[in-house]
């Protein structure tokens, strides 16, 4: 009998050993985070590291508190907050894991998950001086829009982003008699003339299915409009 319970004993702290860290197990300490400005070629720096230029896509580690910055020559440097939100493997960590698996999370960053993992930023040019009002406009992307004087092009470009999801909604639907509010306002965005306007949702609607990617999308939608 005291064996087999020696044995159980064991069997259940390998077992909790095995299970501790559940999030950083999953999901990882590390995640990959994209990262886009209007226009393009921005510097952009988290908690004063440099990453990179955009648009960039880089696998970042788990932290919470982090400032992040997009600068370029010619334009207004932008600070906002690298967003991040618990885990949900966290909880599930508590329950199975235990204060081990939670702990172990902790130090791991892996607690905490960036989100939106997905950044588009429209820069203002230096120089101008207008209201910035955050906007959210896709699960996992986050957006900022800034009323200046863009060209057309970066105009077209920030829309797309901004209303990316409602775009996709109304595409779904297939080219149709009336389009929908944010096609329709995309399509004066492109110039596109009344009689025009089907073919032009049927092609919207194939660069939609061939780039996945918001921004790549967007590009690929303001090139074949004129730019």
């Given at each position: 009998m005291y064996p087999n319970k020696s044995l159980s004993y064991a069997s259940v702290f390998i077992l909790a050993i095995s299970?501790?860290?559940?999030?950083?197990?999953?999901?990882?300490?590390?995640?990959p985070v994209t990262f886009n400005s209007n226009p393009d070629g921005a510097t952009v720096s988290v908690a004063g590291r440099t990453i990179g230029k955009t648009p960039i896509t880089t696998s970042m580690k788990k932290e919470s508190g982090q400032?992040?910055?997009?600068?370029?020559?010619?334009y207004k440097p932008l600070t906002m907050q690298l967003e991040t939100q618990l885990n949900p493997w966290?909880?599930?960590?508590i329950v199975i894991g235990g204060l081990i698996g939670s702990t172990t999370d902790g130090l791991s960053g892996a607690v905490y998950e960036y989100s939106p993992n997905q950044y588009m930023v429209t820069l203002q040019p230096a120089g101008t001086?207008?209201?910035?009002?955050?906007?959210?406009?896709?699960?996992?992307?986050?957006?900022?829009?800034?009323?200046?004087?863009?060209?057309?092009?970066?105009?077209?470009?920030?829309?797309?982003?901004?209303?990316?999801?409602?775009?996709?909604?109304?595409?779904?639907?297939?080219?149709?008699?009336q389009p929908g509010e944010y096609l329709a306002s995309l399509l004066s965005l492109l110039n596109v003339k009344p009689n025009l306007e089907y073919d032009a949702i049927k092609r919207i609607r194939a660069l939609s299915v061939a780039y996945p990617d918001i921004v790549e999308f967007a590009d690929h939608v303001v090139e074949a409009f004129g730019g």
């Amino acid at each position: 009998m005291y064996p087999n319970k020696s044995l159980s004993y064991a069997s259940v702290f390998i077992l909790a050993i095995s299970v501790s860290g559940c999030a950083t197990i999953v999901t990882g300490s590390q995640q990959p985070v994209t990262f886009n400005s209007n226009p393009d070629g921005a510097t952009v720096s988290v908690a004063g590291r440099t990453i990179g230029k955009t648009p960039i896509t880089t696998s970042m580690k788990k932290e919470s508190g982090q400032a992040l910055v997009f600068e370029k020559e010619g334009y207004k440097p932008l600070t906002m907050q690298l967003e991040t939100q618990l885990n949900p493997w966290f909880w599930g960590n508590i329950v199975i894991g235990g204060l081990i698996g939670s702990t172990t999370d902790g130090l791991s960053g892996a607690v905490y998950e960036y989100s939106p993992n997905q950044y588009m930023v429209t820069l203002q040019p230096a120089g101008t001086g207008s209201l910035e009002t955050p906007t959210a406009p896709s699960e996992g992307t986050s957006s900022l829009e800034t009323h200046t004087a863009l060209s057309d092009s970066q105009k077209r470009k920030d829309y797309i982003v901004r209303n990316y999801e409602s775009l996709i909604k109304e595409l779904q639907n297939g080219p149709a008699a009336q389009p929908g509010e944010y096609l329709a306002s995309l399509l004066s965005l492109l110039n596109v003339k009344p009689n025009l306007e089907y073919d032009a949702i049927k092609r919207i609607r194939a660069l939609s299915v061939a780039y996945p990617d918001i921004v790549e999308f967007a590009d690929h939608v303001v090139e074949a409009f004129g730019g």
